[in-house]
């Protein structure tokens, strides 16, 4: 494996909204001269080989995807970070390596290496005529950074990112790495595990746990991916009013009684409704998108005026917008939304296309909480006072929809989630409206999770609250996995500090 040790001092995210100092930067690169499996294993050899540097010079040790988070997540203060984006190989799987009683189709089952991003999976599987179920609305992500953080998209019925994983290879210390997957559901056979010289873990709890770990259960180095026939999406965004119809589907995603939808009552694949608190008496902007059969000769989605395409969320254009003094608040997030969200109608296009988005404009701040969709009705109201005494709120609010995953951290735990998105510009002002946001719901006695890869307030007696069982449970299977204490306090940094998720129990 290539190691560069950039001596980079800082790192910043992204979103450019935080800069951390650090000890070193590496970034990684599979040896050129192997073949896939060889560079892989070799890759393997190469990280353990990192983790006992870092525990000789004691000090932490993160994999950095691509820096996507507006938290500290994937930072290693005052440690080492280490660069995964250049670990890219993908291998297809053969019989001889999947299990014979494996539920699924093994010709859509396929191995990923953590530095895989979201669109370049999505190529590969395009030249073999299969897709990714779901992704979240940017494909800038890694498949390991998309997983651990619980990124979502709105393919409701699908569920998220980490739903449709189904083995991990983690390497969990200096000495030790495993094949981690679900005992109820075993995958890889043990030619497989030969083949990547690992040790075989089946555990349901383990493996729903470590699914959203944010990278403190070790440097997880594949991610084994189930995916489906490639499909299109048809697509839509009109504004629509406010009323009891939209009301009705957000907070019970019943399509059955829709009204004035483009396909009528069908059940979508994929649904949101857009906000903005200034301009309510316009109706709210629904989008609406239908899975159905690929076929050749259809004309790819456009993007309009403002370079923004089908599937494009608030960040891709909510930076545009600096702060200003709370009176020109109202008009200039009218003017922004008047560019920024242009109806349109019947756009088709497969899931990479649709969802493609690898790039961000501007400095922005963005928050989502999970909600149960039958409180959505009275969080939105609460929320919409609370802007009217507190605001200007410089953004607007987003809502998407997702089912429950069986990851023990998914903030998408609720039997289906609403996911509320407060994006906005950054400023003190956005930090303090999210501030007093959370203290009303919670005085509200209106139950939410924070998406763990956005801003949030998080501390361990929220988490409990939010978590239940769930937290403990988490907690005691990264203790089972880290076996020792240099693992565990390599694989920690502030922000599992501060959130209280380094207990030793």
Not at 134 to 147: E, K, L, R, W, Y
Not at 237 to 252: E, F, G, Q, V
Not at 426 to 446: C, M, P, Q, R
Not at 451 to 474: Q, S, V
Request: glycine share 8%; aromatic share 10%.
């Amino acid at each position: 494996m290539k190691i560069i040790k950039t001596g980079f001092s800082t790192w910043e995210n992204r979103h450019e909204t935080f800069t951390q100092q650090i000890k070193d930067l590496y970034t990684l690169g599979n040896d050129p001269m192997l073949g896939p499996l060889e560079a892989y294993i070799d890759t393997t050899k190469g990280l353990q080989q990192i983790i006992a540097e870092a525990i000789a010079a004691k000090v932490p040790l993160r994999a950095l995807g691509s820096g996507w988070s507006w938290t500290k997540i994937a930072a290693a203060e005052a440690g080492i970070m280490i660069d995964t984006k250049p670990l890219n190989i993908m291998f297809d799987l053969s019989k001889k390596n999947v299990r014979r009683n494996y539920k699924g189709d093994v010709s859509k089952l396929f191995l990923a290496q953590c530095g895989n991003g979201v669109w370049e999976i999505s190529r590969f599987l395009r030249t073999r005529n299969l897709s990714l179920k779901a992704s979240g609305a940017s494909n800038g992500q890694t498949i390991a950074g998309v997983t651990a953080t619980g990124a979502h998209g709105s393919a409701f019925d699908t569920g998220a990112v980490q739903d449709f994983v189904v083995g991990l290879h983690i390497i969990v210390g200096p000495t030790r790495h495993i094949w981690l997957e679900r005992k109820s559901n075993p995958v890889a056979a043990p030619a497989f595990i030969k083949s990547l010289q690992t040790e075989l873990v089946q555990d349901d709890d383990l493996f729903n746990a470590a699914l959203v770990c944010f990278g403190s259960f070790g440097i997880v180095h594949g991610v084994m991916i189930e995916t489906e026939d490639i499909y299109l999406l048809e697509t839509y965004m009109s504004r629509m009013p406010y009323d009891d119809n939209i009301k009705n589907l957000m907070h019970t995603l019943d399509f059955t009684k829709a009204k004035n939808l483009p396909c009528g009552t069908e059940r979508p694949y994929h649904f949101a409704v857009q906000i903005n608190p200034y301009d309510l008496d316009n109706g709210a902007y629904v989008t609406t998108m239908y899975k159905r059969p690929f076929k050749a000769g259809y004309t790819p989605p456009v993007r309009n005026a403002d370079g923004l395409g089908p599937g494009d969320d608030a960040p891709c254009f909510i930076g545009k917008m600096a702060a200003v003094l709370p009176s020109l608040v109202p008009p200039l997030v009218n003017k922004l939304l008047a560019g920024a969200l242009t109806p349109y109608t019947k756009q088709f296009g497969i899931l990479s296309e649709i969802f493609d988005n690898t790039t961000l404009h501007g400095k922005l701040l963005s928050a989502a909480i999970g909600i149960p969709i039958e409180q959505i009705g009275k969080a939105t109201e609460l929320l919409l006072a609370l802007n009217k005494t507190d605001g200007p709120f410089a953004g607007l609010f987003a809502y998407r929809f997702i089912k429950k995953s069986n990851a023990k951290l998914a903030f998408t735990r609720f039997p289906f989630t609403c996911v509320l998105e407060l994006d906005a510009t950054f400023s003190n002002e956005t930090y303090a409206f999210y501030t007093k946001a959370w203290k009303l719901l919670e005085d509200n006695n209106i139950p939410f999770t924070f998406h763990w890869g956005k801003i949030n307030e998080l501390d361990f007696g929220r988490i409990t609250r939010m978590y239940g069982d769930d937290a403990n449970a988490w907690i005691a299977a990264r203790n089972k996995l880290l076996d020792s204490d240099d693992t565990r306090k390599v694989f920690t940094n502030a922000t599992i500090q501060k959130w209280g998720l380094d207990k030793v129990i």
